[in-house]
């Protein structure tokens, strides 16, 4: 994905913390962690960049790449939380249950580790006394919180999930990926010089003109319900991840059918198929399921240091 939706997704992530039906529970997790970002999301946009900007391990992080495999056997899936898209459009896949191999990639370890490194730096923070140089900053936290929603967010565009490399040959992978950032750029008033989004009285990117796409997603974020679970299995970071990447290779093949690869799709060709006219669609299904994701696993990490922060 590309600059402007890495960061319009992490702040819609934040806005389903403040807006949707939070469980009770959760409650106080949820409100305490909004009005933590809000004083970091002037660096949304820079934060949720890096991945691409500085660190540049797109051939290994910001990927799972899976493909079919012939072997005779029934492959087990993980499961998803049943408000998924992905989860719910890809146990219908004709590709579910079948065997698959996983060739490269490790964005689920990559989102483990920084979800696991933030909750250090909290404790750290907390720990130690302010000025050491050793520890760490609230902005440097705020910083990986970004980071890591790059990531989760990768992994729900389905041809990071994919062998097929629609990168090559007529880009189509990078075509889909411009088609959604003109929305989002087009969607909302954005300080360029600044890096930043303005934003509206509530403190979220300010609306321009909104498409229909970007307008599906502000529905779902408020309205979809919220659930605190990684799905059933399923215990960690990690675990999760790895969920959301088995679905995003059966949602890639929705996107774009078995009987293409990069060898013969043209982006013409590709205008006039019958996925295409469906893109709209999955667009919304990846890009809202991707807020709920970030979301999810912020809460959990969130909530994970405000755990351990009670007991002291
Ligand atoms: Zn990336």
């Not at 705020?142 to 790059?150: C, E, K, Q």
């Not at 003109?182 to 890096?195: C, E, F, L, R, T």
């Not at 890639?252 to 669609?281: H, M, Q, V």
Request: glycine share 4%; net charge neutral; charged share 25%.
């Amino acid at each position: 994905m590309k600059k402007y939706t890495h960061a319009w997704l992490a702040f819609m992530a934040i806005k389903r913390l403040d807006c949707a039906n939070i469980p009770e529970e959760l409650k106080g997790d949820a409100q305490s962690l909004v009005k933590w970002f809000h004083d970091y999301r002037d660096f949304v946009i820079e934060g949720a960049w890096y991945p691409d900007q500085v660190f540049k391990d797109m051939a290994t992080s910001h990927i799972i790449k899976y493909r079919p495999d012939t072997a005779e056997r029934e492959q087990k899936f993980k499961r998803l939380p049943r408000t998924m898209q992905c989860y719910n459009k890809g146990m219908k896949s004709p590709l579910y249950k079948k065997p698959f191999a996983i060739e490269e990639g490790n964005c689920a370890d990559r989102c483990e580790s920084i979800a696991h490194s933030i909750v250090d730096c909290f404790k750290i923070l907390r720990t130690e006394e302010r000025g050491n140089p050793i520890s760490t900053t609230s902005n440097h936290i705020a910083m990986r919180f970004f980071i890591l929603s790059h990531y989760i967010a990768d992994c729900h565009m389905p041809l990071h999930c994919d062998c097929r490399s629609f990168s090559s040959g007529e880009n189509i992978h990078g075509f889909i990926e411009s088609e959604w950032d003109k929305q989002v750029k087009a969607s909302y008033h954005i300080d360029i010089p600044n890096n930043r989004f303005f934003y509206d009285p509530q403190g979220y990117p300010l609306a321009n003109k909104i498409t229909p796409l970007v307008q599906e997603v502000e529905n779902d974020i408020v309205n979809r319900e919220f659930l605190y679970t990684w799905g059933n299995g399923n215990n960690n970071t990690w675990d999760y991840i790895s969920a959301v990447s088995e679905y995003s290779y059966l949602m890639s093949y929705r996107l774009i059918p078995k009987e293409f690869d990069e060898k013969n799709l043209t982006k013409e060709l590709y205008k006039s198929s019958e996925a295409y006219s469906r893109l709209g669609e999955y667009s919304s299904d990846i890009l809202c399921d991707a807020v709920d994701s970030i979301a999810r696993v912020w809460l959990h990490v969130w909530a994970r240091y405000r755990k351990w922060a009670e007991k002291r």
